[in-house]
Nanobody, 124 residues
Framework: QVQLVESGGGLVQTGGSLRLSCQAS????????MAWFRQAPGEEREFVAA????????YYADSVKGRFTISRDNARNTLYLQMNSLKPEDTAKYYC?????????????????WGQGTQVTVSS
């Protein structure tokens, strides 16, 4: 079992930056592939970025590639999402998730553990 708590969301202007954090407790985050998803009101939960277990290979949604960076600090048991060049369409609640699948997944259904989410609002 792992518990996940996100932080770092807020209100930012177009072109600004934010760094989201996801603190894991329970089993170490290094034993899981980790990911960020987001969900805007009335929309489906959308894959943003994932980091594979152990190897640390990352992959991203096309909409955020080149602007967002996912990373993990195993010593702090923390997952990060650095978001640069933010756009109004990035506005959503962002969720941290964990799965025991080695390579992770772009599908929300493949993740067993979720945080409560943190709101990101980008003003135009």
């Amino acid at each position: 079992q792992v518990q996940l708590v996100e932080s770092g969301g807020g209100l930012v202007q177009t072109g600004g930056s934010l760094r989201l954090s996801c603190q894991a407790s329970g089993r170490t985050a290094g034993g899981y592939a980790m990911a960020w998803f987001r969900q805007a009101p009335g929309e489906e939960r959308e894959f943003v970025a994932a980091l594979m277990r152990s190897v640390g290979f990352t992959y991203y949604a096309d909409s955020v590639k080149g602007r967002f960076t996912i990373s993990r600090d195993n010593a702090r048991n923390t997952l990060y999402l650095q978001m640069n060049s933010l756009k109004p369409e990035d506005t959503a609640k962002y969720y941290c998730a964990a799965t025991q699948l080695t390579v992770g997944s772009r599908l929300a259904s493949q993740y067993n553990y979720w945080g409560q989410g943190t709101q990101v609002t980008v003003s135009s």
